[in-house]
């Protein structure tokens, strides 16, 4: 199964504090032991949320609003997506990783969707062309990182 | 640069374990998946299941503590993401404006940080991170 590992923003953060050396050096060797047990698929870090948008949906209108988003207490910071054999497992590796704040954190381990969870509503036309979009989307971003 | 599309559903942070997804609305949002597939700007698309089947884990004092989803306190929750390389955050708001979206979901626009957007102190502190990710290999269906 993979698992989306959130960590969540805090004041800090939002104000555009970058961590310092010494949270980058232990994530940084936290990062390698996920990468060398082959559980790490991928990770991204977000600039705070004043640099972003919200949109709303409202039948087919749309409203636009522009962050920050400071009533949210659940703003995302950053995530990894994992590869593991059950949430115990992904448990197990977010207890070991280092506090990624310095100060109050959390993380959210959130399991994702797979197409072998859907029954047979998702049908073998709807299934061919999620694959589709995903391989074409992989090579995209392949071919950005290139 | 690369925006994520964090979807946010209202209603989805006490959603039941095993909630699926409503065939049509999937049709809907395949479509639309599609058609940000073929203007090549999609890089990577996830939904995840419910909170109430997730986990949290607080660190607090140095202690790891976990709780198991639903989280009680929370009042909104990631449904999923689309991750899209634009020219814009303003492309960004185009595209999240034309997703079927419901009147209850909310899509929340973020800047991904690119290396070359931290300071020189910050960049040799995470030296190894772009090789990391490059090695990681993104995106790989189960």
């Known amino acids: 199964m993979r698992v989306m590992v959130i960590i969540k923003a805090n004041k800090d953060i939002e104000a555009g504090q970058m961590p310092d050396e010494k949270i980058l050096t232990e994530m940084g060797s936290f990062n390698e032991q996920l990468a060398e047990a082959g559980v790490l698929l991928g990770m991204e870090g977000l600039h705070p949320s004043a640099k972003g948008a919200r949109v709303k949906f409202t039948g087919t209108k749309r409203t636009v609003t522009d962050g920050p988003f400071t009533e949210s207490k659940e703003l995302i910071a950053g995530y990894w997506i994992w590869r593991v054999k059950s949430m115990a497992e992904a448990i197990e590796w977010v207890k070991r990783c280092p506090n990624p704040t310095g100060q109050e954190s959390e993380i959210e381990i959130r399991p994702i969707f797979e197409a072998e969870d859907f029954g047979p509503e998702f049908t073998p036309e709807l299934r061919a062309q999620e694959e589709r979009v995903i391989a074409r989307a992989a090579e995209l971003a392949q071919a950005e990182k290139a | ?142």
């Not at chain 2, 609305?25 to 890089?43: F, H, I």
């Not at chain 2, 790891?64 to 689309?82: C, I, M, R, S």
Request: aromatic share 8%; net charge neutral; with cysteine.
């Open chain 2, 1 to 142: 640069m690369r925006f994520m599309m964090l979807m946010i559903p209202k209603g989805y942070e006490t959603a039941k374990p095993g909630t699926m997804p409503d065939p049509k609305a999937v049709a809907a949002m395949m479509k639309y998946n599609e058609s940000l597939q073929k203007a090549g700007v999609l890089l990577a698309l996830d939904g995840l299941h419910p909170p109430s089947m997730g986990a949290r884990v607080s660190f607090s004092g140095g202690k790891p503590k976990v709780t198991d989803g639903p989280f009680a306190e929370a009042k909104e929750v990631l449904g999923g993401y689309w991750m899209i390389q634009v020219k814009s955050k303003a492309e960004a708001i185009e595209w999240a404006s034309r997703c079927p979206g419901g009147d209850n979901e909310v899509i929340e626009i973020r800047q991904v940080q690119e290396f070359a957007d931290f300071p020189a102190d910050v960049q040799q502190a995470a030296s190894g991170f772009a090789e990391m990710q490059a090695q990681s290999g993104q995106r790989k269906g189960s």
